[in-house]
């Protein structure tokens, strides 16, 4: 199934929202209904495809005309990504940043075949799995026509060893898919973002994707073992052990580069066996920083769950923290702010944890309010986006961030984002409502999730910049650093080049000029084009 292409995921799960939000909306925002209704697929005017010459030598690349698109449908849906900007621009027929071409390899050779056709008609090219970026992943530079190359038809296991838990897989498998794949022989990944239901094995790895289970699965990133990378300068093969002193680890240089420097073609990750238990509950804190000294504890000297989250006070209050509830009083009394806490793990291993980090959650002052909103929670987990869909229907602005730092560093951090939307949103005629959670945590440190709702201003993209902005730079300034898990991009490139330093940016461009001499991959995501 394709996604929707101008909103998130499946449009058979589109709802409206319920009456009390969009009241709330009206009293408290002053969000007013659309003035004019989105574009229609069929509305939207597109530029010409690449040149007849490209196409053919891309046809031959990859085993023939039907695997090259060049219809307005296809290249549309092949569009930018996610993000709420991405998503206004889109239903205004805005299409600045849409592919010549779509093409759709089956192998690493044909990868490598595909990126010689592109250095010889001079085009860039942009790796798509699931097409979430919601950081501008997908929007290089328009110096020069692209192509999207669609790794859908890559996306076999290709290899299980259960003795060492290992399975390699290729780049456009859908998490789903994959999670059924190791199922049939008794394991898991782990993985589960927001994002789950859609997003892909490469995009996971090379956006150093987080999932809401990290707290006992680990990071993508933690995960992968090794990598296959076809690059224009040839194909790059890292990790051959589980960990290794045989000098600076090259698969960190692939994890993360969003397409910058090659088409990851395969990952090799560390697999689990199959959870028996899964048990999800709510816990009350009085307040953020209460429930946020217990997620502390709970992080440092353990015993560790497996999902581990915390909605500040708006949040716990707006019922964002349990989404399918949203607008109901899932939350009793509404009063101070919710954890969600999760256990998987054998039968015994679990009511062991579930115990024991009960008993050090009420010494940090919270109150166990069952199984019921854990499970509700874990019902509704990927339906947020879902919800955005519905608000923007609705004539409000809704945008998500997040970032990270050490846990001495997290109130300020969590003040200052805060002030500065806020601040900037409301001089701006539209004071928004800004709601955070805590959602992967660390020994040494946490993540913040932001999600913010206002209403749309006259042009509800360039009202939106500011604010962004301001926060990026509040986040710079109190030690965060400017991405967590949704990555750089082209919306945090610049922020991310300082806080990379001259020096590491610098040394990035050299890997970049040695593996695609001509600048041909994803163009202005995360470095700047020279």
């Known amino acids: 199934m394709d996604m929707l292409w101008s909103g998130w995921g499946d449009p058979a799960r589109a709802t409206p929202l319920p009456d009390a939000v969009t009241g709330l909306l009206r009293d408290l925002l002053g969000v007013k209904p659309r003035s004019a209704e989105p574009l229609t697929l069929d509305e939207i005017a597109v530029p010409e495809p690449a040149p007849a010459a490209a196409l053919r030598a891309l046809a031959d690349a ?38 010549a071409a779509v093409v759709l390899p089956a192998s690493h050779d044909e990868v490598l075949a595909v990126l010689d056709v592109c250095a010889e008609h001079r085009l860039a090219l ?40 290992t399975a390699t897989l290729q780049p456009g498998l ?14 898991t990944l782990g993985h589960f973002p927001q994002s789950y239901e859609w997003a892909t094995i490469g995009g996971f790895a090379a956006a150093r994707s987080s999932g809401q289970a990290s707290a006992g699965y680990g ?19 890292v990790g051959r052990a589980p960990r290794s002193a045989a000098g600076p680890d090259l698969r960190q240089l692939v994890l993360g580069s969003e397409g910058a420097f090659g088409v990851i073609t395969s990952v090799t990750v560390r697999i689990r066996p199959l959870p028996g238990t899964r048990v999800y509950e709510g816990w009350r804190f009085a307040s953020f920083e209460e429930g946020t000294a217990a997620l502390r504890r709970l992080a440092q000297d353990g015993p560790r ?9 708006t949040e716990t209050l707006i019922g964002l923290a349990q989404p399918d509830a949203i607008g109901s009083s899932g939350f009793p009394e509404a009063a101070g702010c919710m954890a969600i806490v999760g256990y998987e793990g054998t039968e015994e291993d679990t009511a062991y944890r579930r115990e024991r980090a009960a008993a050090v959650l009420r010494d940090a002052g919270g109150t166990c309010l069952g199984e019921a909103p854990g499970e509700r929670w874990a019902h509704g987990r990927y339906s947020a986006p879902y919800l955005r869909d519905a608000l923007l229907d609705a004539g409000a602005f809704a945008e998500t961030l997040e970032t990270a730092a050490f846990w001495s560093r997290l109130p300020e951090l969590y003040a200052s984002v805060r ?38 201003g006259d042009d509800p993209v ?49 890997v970049k000029r040695r593996l695609d001499p001509t600048g041909l991959l994803n163009p202005g995501i995360l470095l700047p084009t020279d």
């Open 419 to 456: 002030e500065a939307l806020t601040t900037t949103l409301t001089e701006s005629g539209t004071p928004p409502l800004v709601m955070c959670h805590i959602s992967h945590v660390y020994e040494n440190g946490a993540s913040l999730y932001f999600t913010v709702v206002s209403a749309q």
């Open 462 to 510: 360039a009202h939106w910049t500011p604010a962004k902005h301001a926060a990026n730079e509040a986040i710079l300034a109190t030690g965060g650093t400017i991405s967590h898990h949704h990555g750089v991009g082209s919306d945090h490139r610049d922020w991310y080049l300082r806080e990379a330093g001259p020096l590491g940016i610098d040394a990035l461009q050299a």
């Open 126 to 165: 942009v790796p798509f799995g699931g097409g979430t970026s919601v950081v501008g992943g997908l929007s290089p530079e328009p110096r020069r026509p692209f192509v999207a190359l669609d790794l859908a038809r890559m996306d076999a296991l290709i290899a299980l060893d259960p003795v060492s838990r």
């Open 62 to 99: 990859v085993g023939g005309e039907a695997h090259v698109r060049t219809g307005a449908e296809a290249r549309i849906r092949h569009t930018r990504g996610k993000s709420t900007p991405d998503l206004l621009r889109i239903r205004g027929g805005d299409v600045d940043a849409i592919p």
């Open 174 to 187: 859908r998490a789903p898919h994959a999670e059924a794949l190791l199922a049939e022989h008794g394991f």
């Open 219 to 237: 990071r993508f990133d933690e995960m992968v073992l090794g990598l296959t990378v076809a690059t224009p300068a040839g194909t790059l093969d």
């Open 305 to 313: 769950p497996t999902v581990l989250r915390l909605s500040d006070e």
